[in-house]
């Protein structure tokens, strides 16, 4: 009889999230920290191809911080994703809490606009992963104990991934627009390769089955 991942025991879920945690956590970490040069030349060709001197000067500025200051980046962005990563547990119970409706607060506008930034980012990658990650949250979601997992559950999934990227660029431009040029520049990558990465975990998954 072939097994299903439901019928996989705790400790075996256990050791194939550490796998899976562990595929993407080193991968693209390797996948960020070679983009510098890479994203270095693009922004050259974007240079070129402006007549716009402030734009240019902008452009300018970010090539010379891809080739000096990458690392402070590399370094902000592994530590929120290992944060982030750790989520990816197996739990006796999945239970979505309700919102408080004390929490809310009404933003100002720089946090409303790096919502929509962020958004905006998540959304476009996160429709570039969608043929894996629609195959990946169910798997992820049964590992981790949810008898109904929903997008947004999986620890894996680009949200996570996003959010990283985006403390690396907070990390090196705290101005959202000088963030939000870099995340354009990335986004583009994370877009190509992360689908990839996405079917390795997912092929992980399947030969456990």
């Not at 097994?3 to 993407?24: A, G």
């Not at 104990?145 to 990283?164: L, R």
Request: with cysteine.
């Amino acid at each position: 009889t072939t097994r299903t991942l439901t019928d996989i025991d705790r400790q075996t879920s256990e050791k194939l999230l550490r796998e899976c945690r562990d595929l993407l956590e080193h991968d693209l970490g390797e996948l960020i920290e070679e983009l510098a040069p890479v994203i270095a030349e693009e922004v050259l060709a974007l240079i070129d191809s402006t007549r716009d001197e402030a734009r240019k000067a902008e452009y300018l500025r970010l090539r010379t911080d891809l080739q000096s200051r990458w690392e402070t980046l590399t370094s902000a962005y592994r530590e929120e994703l290992g944060g982030q990563l750790q989520q990816a547990k197996v739990v006796e119970t999945s239970k979505r809490e309700s919102p408080n409706l004390a929490d809310l607060e009404i933003v100002d506008d720089k946090d409303l606009a790096e919502q929509i930034v962020m958004r905006e980012f998540v959304g476009r990658v996160s429709e570039a992963c969608s043929e894996e990650t629609y195959a990946l949250d169910r798997r992820i979601g049964y590992l981790n104990g949810s008898k109904n997992p929903v997008q947004g559950d999986n620890p894996f999934g680009p949200e996570t991934v996003c959010a990283a990227v985006r403390a690396g660029c907070s990390a090196l431009y705290p101005d959202l627009d000088q963030q939000t040029l870099l995340l354009r520049q990335l986004e583009r990558h994370l877009q190509s390769e992360l689908p990839h990465l996405y079917r390795a975990i997912n092929e992980v998954l399947i030969e456990a089955a």
